[in-house]
């Protein structure tokens, strides 16, 4: 009555039946894998149920070093990148196993099982054919008791091992024509099969006649206490399929690489976010010195002509003329002459006149003769002309 409820609607009326090959576990039409996927439940019920989304191996579903556990993928083609089928072969290894039903996969696969692949009818997929036929599926009776020929009036859409190596390979199962569609390969503690006729899991498949018994049969060779289910998503995801993530992004598949990637990315951030502070206070900005020295001496210039001791007055500014000339101009000269004015005048380019000029009050100064302030302002007024021309 399922099958019937399948192709027949409202008293002896055809539906156009879907013959969209989708493989998916929400999927109830014909070629969906609704029936499969809720039958794994049955045939494990103390397991728990997983969906994975992730690169295979991911901590976060897959657990860590816990043996028995299954992980179902089926996927229309399987192709797998290196650093993907490592992680399936670490899997493996630690004592766990993995059912793969597919169409055809890549050469990475290959490379491990050893088993090449050719199809039947896979030109169809995913569109599928109206037109009637069949299909059958046969099991190894060396392996399994019982009936071991399945068949339905479905669509044939299948693919067989062209070529095994029998030394690492179990042959467990047969295809329409006869070519090897269901092989183990053992690895470490673990096991892998492969399946190459993903129709003969379909809803239309296992639900005609005595059928279901063909997908018992299959994963009757896993412990029926199996802790842990997991469902495959990932690779039906088109960004899985062909899709090279370079050096970096097969670091950052795994977990360990990851972390510290992204540690050290922290720490970084961090060490960039405090080192933008300034280590060093401000400096303050700092005013240039003022000439003391010229202070003071204007300040105890105008005490002395406050006071009228214009002479007094007059030998302290001849004083700090000559030392400025010795400090400067390093001219020693025992006495202010002829030959003094001109050696002045050539390092200090002040003309001679001026310079003669001083020299002239200077030598007053100096017989200690009476300073009138009109000849102290004269002077003072000479000194500031060189000054201001040197």
């Known amino acids: 009555m399922i099958v019937i409820s399948l192709f027949v609607a409202n008293g002896n009326r055809k539906r156009n039946v879907s013959t969209f090959v989708s493989l998916n576990k929400r999927d109830k039409n014909p070629y969906g894998a609704f029936v499969f996927h809720e ?29 028995d556990r299954l992980y179902v993928i089926l996927q229309a083609q399987f192709y797998p990148q290196d650093y993907e089928i490592d992680d399936l072969i670490a899997f493996v290894d630690q004592g766990n196993n993995v059912f793969i039903s597919t169409f055809i996969y890549n050469e990475q696969v290959s490379r491990f099982t050893r088993a090449f692949v050719k199809s039947r009818n896979y030109s169809f997929y995913p569109a599928g054919r109206r037109d009637s036929d069949t299909m059958r599926a046969l099991l190894n009776p060396s392996m399994f008791t019982g009936s071991n020929s399945y068949a ?15 030394s690492i390979t179990h042959i467990l199962g047969w295809g329409d024509n006869g070519a090897p569609n269901l092989i183990h390969l053992k690895k470490g503690k673990g096991n892998l099969y492969i399946h190459l006729s993903p129709l003969a899991l379909s809803n239309y498949f296992l639900l005609y006649d005595h059928n279901i018994q063909y997908l018992e049969k299959i994963f009757s060779r896993f412990p029926a206490a199996t802790p842990l289910v997991i469902w495959d998503e990932y690779f ?8 090279n993530p370079g050096w970096f992004g097969a670091i950052m598949k795994n977990n360990y690489f990851r972390a510290g990637i992204l540690t050290a990315l922290a720490l970084l ?12 206070r401000v400096i303050p900005v700092i005013d240039s010195p003022t000439n003391d020295s010229l202070e003071f001496v204007k300040t105890m210039g105008l005490l002395y002509y406050e006071r009228g001791d214009h002479s007094n007055l007059a030998q302290k500014m001849s004083a700090y003329f000559i030392e400025h000339v010795r400090s400067r101009y390093k001219i020693f000269a025992q006495s202010l002459n002829e030959d003094f004015v ?13 310079i003669k000029d001083i020299v002239i009050r200077l030598n007053r100064i100096n017989k200690a003769a009476p300073f009138s302030d009109t000849e102290l302002i004269a002077l003072q007024k000479n000194i500031e002309a060189f000054h201001s021309k040197e």
């Open 152 to 166: 339905y009036p479905g669509m044939l859409m299948e693919s067989y091992f062209e070529e095994t190596d029998s």
């Open 269 to 280: 951030l961090i060490y960039t976010l405090t080192e933008l502070r300034r280590r060093q």
């Open 236 to 243: 039906r995801r088109p960004g899985s399929r062909n899709n």
């Open 39 to 67: 039958s794994l439940k049955k045939f494990f019920p103390k397991a728990t149920f997983k969906i994975n989304y992730d690169y295979p191996g991911d901590s976060k579903v897959f657990g860590s070093n816990m043996p």
């Open 342 to 354: 001109k050696e002045l005048s050539y390092k200090s380019g002040v003309s001679e006149s001026l």
